[in-house]
């Protein structure tokens, strides 16, 4: 539903946003940056986290590529991930499909990291 307010409040956000962009360069920089993938698994109306997941950003072309391990809040924290890059996130973990998706190059940095949630499928049997 359309109400003034949520114009107002959509306005704001947007300019908190480009301003960011345009005066702090946190979008688009070389900057190094935190990387923080959430492996989660659908089970009903939840999203349960998927420890012990094999975790992997590599870059499009040759550069260096990043590896962890989820823990059990299905966490895994990559540190200097250079920004600007597409990288590609391969997951793999036993008794699901193996996830293959991309870390958008210009995610902004919420306290210095970028979040991002992978959904797993459980593999068929």
Same mark, same amino acid.
């Given at each position: 539903? =359309? #109400?003034?307010?949520?114009?107002?409040?959509?306005?704001?956000?947007?300019a908190?946003?480009?301003?960011?962009a $345009?005066?702090s360069g946190? @979008? !688009?920089?070389r900057?190094p940056r935190?990387?923080?993938?959430y492996?989660?698994?659908?089970?009903?109306?939840? *999203?349960?986290?998927?420890? /012990?997941?094999?975790?992997t950003?590599v870059?499009?072309?040759? /550069?260096?590529?990043?590896?962890?391990? #989820?823990?059990a809040?299905?966490a895994v $924290?990559?540190e200097n991930?250079p920004?600007?890059? @597409?990288?590609?996130?391969?997951?793999?973990? #036993?008794? =699901?499909?193996?996830?293959?998706?991309?870390l958008p190059?210009? &995610?902004i940095a919420v306290a !210095?990291?970028v &979040?991002? =949630?992978?959904? *797993? #499928?459980?593999a068929e049997?």
């Amino acid at each position: 539903m =359309f #109400t003034w307010r949520r114009l107002a409040l959509g306005l704001l956000v947007c300019a908190g946003v480009c301003s960011c962009a $345009l005066v702090s360069g946190c @979008r !688009g920089s070389r900057a190094p940056r935190a990387v923080q993938i959430y492996v989660v698994q659908r089970s009903g109306n939840e *999203l349960l986290p998927v420890a /012990g997941a094999q975790v992997t950003l590599v870059p499009p072309a040759s /550069g260096e590529q990043f590896e962890g391990v #989820t823990d059990a809040s299905g966490a895994v $924290l990559f540190e200097n991930v250079p920004s600007g890059v @597409r990288y590609a996130i391969v997951v793999v973990a #036993t008794g =699901f499909e193996n996830y293959l998706g991309q870390l958008p190059p210009d &995610t902004i940095a919420v306290a !210095g990291v970028v &979040t991002q =949630f992978v959904e *797993l #499928t459980a593999a068929e049997q």
